[in-house]
């Protein structure tokens, strides 16, 4: 059922925009931003319920939570990267886009990059 009520406003926003974009293509990118924000915070409870199971399941582990918590940000910057560069080409501004999509890699990296020196320090620790 959820479904159903994002895909109806996803439509009607897209029909809104369309119709409105060669008229005023400044409102047009604030519908398409709206409709976004609109979709993200029907999906927050979602979200909230996956991050929790997921931190139940991961604390029955012997898993470090430093690991749990990196994939939660990594799995959050790649999704605000595209809902970004997503707006920017909603905007005409491709170039931007593609920046905002490097820069989000550039930040999972540099977000990951201590759970793979650990893993990298693993392997090593085994080879010896």
């Known amino acids: 059922m959820e479904m159903g009520s994002l895909l109806a406003i996803a439509i009607i926003a897209t029909v809104l925009t369309v119709l409105v974009r060669s008229h005023r293509p400044e409102i047009a990118i604030w519908l398409s931003v709206v409709t976004g924000l609109i979709i993200v915070g029907r999906i927050l409870p979602l979200i909230n319920f996956i991050v929790r199971t997921?931190?139940?399941?991961?604390?029955?582990?012997?898993?470090?939570?430093v690991y749990f918590t990196t994939v939660l940000?990594?799995?959050g910057i790649a999704y605000l990267a595209g809902f970004g560069a997503e707006v920017c080409r909603d905007a005409g501004e491709r170039a931007t886009a593609?920046?905002?999509?490097l820069?989000?890699?550039v930040i999972i990296?540099?977000?990951?990059l201590p759970v793979?020196?650990?893993?990298l320090e693993t392997v090593a620790r085994f080879a010896k």
């Not at 793979?116 to 893993?119: D, E, P, R």
């Open 54 to 65: 997921l931190a139940d399941i991961t604390s029955g582990t012997r898993a470090e939570s």
């Open 73 to 75: 940000k990594v799995i």
């Open 98 to 101: 593609g920046k905002l999509e």
């Open 103 to 105: 820069a989000g890699k």
């Open 109 to 112: 990296l540099m977000t990951a």
């Open 116 to 119: 793979l020196i650990a893993v």
